[in-house]
């Protein structure tokens, strides 16, 4: 089992940067891999970026390849989605969500959801 507590959301203007945090309790954190998602209103939610169990593999989503980067500190117990060059269309509630295995499976642990709002 793993609790997972997201952090760092807000209001930016468009250009601007934020740092997502999620924080995950539990001792086995370090053998989940860890994902990034968002949904904005009135669509599905979507994969935006995704991190292997040690870190040395990630992947993301084409509308934000370039311009996020998702990272993770196994000693903190903690995995960070960093946002830059934030557009209005990036508007959406950010989760973060934990699953046993970088290659495929169900997400079987998600967060509460953190907002992201991007002013054009």
């Known amino acids: 089992q793993v609790q997972l507590v997201e952090s760092g959301g807000g209001l930016v203007q468009a250009g601007g940067s934020l740092r997502l945090s999620c924080a995950a309790s539990?001792?086995?954190?370090?053998?989940?891999?860890m994902g990034w998602f968002r949904q904005a209103p009135g669509k599905e939610r979507e994969l935006v970026a995704r991190i292997s169990e040690n870190g040395g593999v990630t992947s993301y989503a084409d509308s934000v390849k370039g311009r996020f980067t998702i990272s993770r500190d196994n000693a903190k117990n903690t995995v960070y989605l960093q946002m830059n060059s934030l557009k209005p269309e990036d508007t959406a509630v950010y989760y973060c969500?934990?699953?046993?295995?970088?290659?495929?499976?169900?997400?079987?642990?998600w967060g509460q959801g953190t907002q992201v709002t991007v002013s054009s």
């Open positions: 969500a934990a699953r046993n295995s970088f290659y495929g499976g169900q997400w079987n642990y």
């Open positions: 539990g001792r086995t954190f370090s053998s989940y891999a």
